[in-house]
């Protein structure tokens, strides 16, 4: 048989099982990426995302033991999960026992059920067949305050002109703080469609939350809460499902995009345990375009290496998480930065910590909530970014993370530390 003749027998065969019932209902579809850039094996096993060395697509066991009976080398993508039913917190040993195509995110110590930042009896009515206006239970919660370093703070300003890329769960575009945040909306956890455009609905929250600490403007009414940065520019590019799942491709692709489009800042609120080759070379894309990567440094501490991957990547923003106190939270992860350069950020060390328990943002029900995790922390560090992007610099993200530095207050213990980095990044005293 030619050449030509086996090509088109082989594709038809997949074809023709891949429709099978019985075919596709032998195990749940999973994500895999398969090392090839042949057109042939992309049209027959239908890619979803495409990367300089290969592609990945949903298959089923059937698919994949095809696929290996014809030499094709494919590995399992990443998955994340936010929020996870039964949170767990594990030293470095144990955690990694758990399966490697497994991500135990930033998320895992947040509170699962979301307290509510209005109390139950002044929670809004319907008034005419209207909801009324929510309000938070604090226009500028604690975490603005410590940003801004002033405990009065009645507003905030900045971040004009930036663009912000939100790496979430999506956001509610409706509602009143952030409506005339957001730039770009774009949906990457679809099943059939690797990108759809103007969607971004957040199903579960969490993405919501984060762009509010970013940006939010309090309003046209001026009665809601405000973020770090309420000017600037969300890109709202949804990688996580309602139910917490995010696949690491899809994550690459939208950093990819989101640089494409001129973010100036990507902010992670999620992470691994173990790297993933396609966002550390997406991490890698954006920084040469002049992308400054901000990430959650996880919630498996307080042992020392439990830093989450992006964030654990050197040339990524590392941020933990601080109380009230200023002091580094039991759960943050912790870096090696006593193991490493003092001041110099090398891989696996925390940069800054940040306001992370009890935060007050917006909520995809039109309201607020409280929240905690380091997936809090790191959209601070992002807006502080926003404010004081340098944009007359010849690198204005590596100036603008520079500048950070130079903001930095240092806390206990003294030094470059494993819980915190630098410090805590905010305002000098006006």
Request: a negative charge; glycine letters at 6%; proline letters at 8%.
């Given at each position: 048989m030619s050449t030509g003749k086996k090509l088109v027998f082989i594709l038809v065969l997949t074809a023709f099982l891949g429709f099978l019932p019985w075919a596709n209902a032998s195990a749940e579809e999973g994500r895999y990426f398969v090392k090839s850039t042949k057109a042939?094996?992309?049209?027959?096993?239908?890619?979803?995302?495409?990367?300089?060395?290969?592609?990945?697509?949903?298959?089923?066991?059937?698919?994949?033991?095809?696929a290996k009976i014809w030499g094709l080398d494919i590995e399992p993508v990443k998955?994340?999960?936010?929020?996870?039913?039964?949170?767990?917190?594990?030293?470095?040993?144990?955690?990694?026992?758990?399966?490697?195509?497994?991500?135990?995110?930033?998320?895992?110590?947040?509170?699962?059920?979301?307290?509510?930042?209005?109390?139950?009896?002044?929670?809004?009515?319907?008034?005419?067949?209207?909801?009324?206006?929510?309000?938070?239970?604090?226009?500028?919660?604690?975490?603005?305050?410590?940003?801004?370093?002033?405990?009065?703070?009645?507003?905030t300003s900045g971040g004009d002109n930036v663009k912000v890329a939100v790496?979430?769960?999506?956001?509610?575009?409706?509602?009143?703080?952030?409506?005339?945040?957001?730039?770009?909306?774009?949906?990457?956890?679809?099943?059939?469609?690797?990108v759809i455009d103007g969607k971004c609905e957040d199903k579960n929250g969490h993405g919501t939350h984060v762009a509010g600490i970013i940006a939010a403007d309090a309003g046209s009414d001026s009665k809601g809460i405000y973020g770090v940065a309420p000017a600037a520019?969300?890109?709202?590019?949804?990688?996580?499902?309602?139910?917490?799942?995010?696949?690491?491709?899809?994550?690459?692709?939208?950093?990819?995009?989101?640089?494409?489009?001129?973010a100036n800042i990507a902010n992670m609120s999620f992470g691994s345990d173990s790297e993933s080759g396609l966002i550390r070379d997406?991490?890698?894309?954006?920084?040469?375009?002049?992308?400054?990567?901000?990430?959650?440094?996880?919630?498996?501490?307080?042992f020392a290496a439990s830093i989450d991957y992006p964030g654990a990547q050197a040339e990524t923003v590392a941020v933990g998480a601080l109380?009230?106190?200023?002091?580094?939270?039991?759960?943050?992860?912790?870096?090696?930065?006593?193991?490493?350069?003092?001041?110099?950020?090398?891989?696996?060390?925390?940069?800054?910590?940040?306001?992370?328990?009890?935060?007050?943002s917006t909520w995809n029900n039109g309201g607020y909530v409280i929240l905690s995790g380091t997936?809090?922390?790191?959209?601070?560090?992002?807006?502080?970014?926003?404010?004081?992007?340098?944009?007359?610099?010849?690198?204005?993200?590596?100036?603008?993370?520079?500048?950070?530095?130079?903001l930095t207050l240092d806390l206990l213990p003294i030094g470059d530390d494993n819980g915190s980095g630098f410090g805590l990044p905010r305002m000098l005293a006006q």
């Open positions: 042939f094996w992309k049209n027959a096993l239908s890619v979803r995302n495409s990367f300089d060395n290969g592609f990945t697509a949903d298959l089923s066991d059937f698919q994949v033991r095809f998955v994340l999960q936010i929020l996870p039913a039964s949170p767990a917190r594990l030293d470095p040993a144990e955690r990694a026992s758990e399966p490697e195509n497994k991500l135990s995110v930033g998320e895992s110590k947040e509170e699962l059920t979301p307290t509510p930042a209005v109390p139950a009896q002044n929670k809004p009515s319907a008034k005419g067949g209207k909801t009324a206006r929510q309000m938070p239970s604090d226009q500028t919660p604690w975490g603005v305050e410590t940003i801004y370093n002033d405990p009065i703070i009645a507003k790496l979430d769960t999506g956001v509610l575009v409706s509602h009143p703080d952030l409506k005339n945040r957001i730039a770009q909306c774009k949906d990457f956890t679809a099943a059939r469609f690797p520019k969300l890109l709202i590019y949804k990688v996580c499902g309602a139910n917490g799942l995010c696949y690491a491709d899809d994550i690459a692709v939208a950093l990819r995009l989101a640089a494409d489009q001129g997406a991490i890698n894309y954006a920084d040469a375009k002049g992308v400054l990567p901000v990430a959650a440094a996880g919630n498996d501490g307080p109380n009230q106190n200023k002091d580094v939270t039991e759960w943050s992860s912790r870096g090696i930065n006593t193991a490493t350069t003092p001041y110099i950020v090398e891989e696996k060390d925390i940069e800054f910590a940040a306001p992370g328990e009890n935060i007050e997936s809090m922390a790191s959209p601070f560090v992002a807006g502080l970014a926003a404010k004081y992007w340098q944009t007359a610099a010849e690198n204005p993200a590596r100036a603008t993370r520079s500048f950070l530095h130079d």
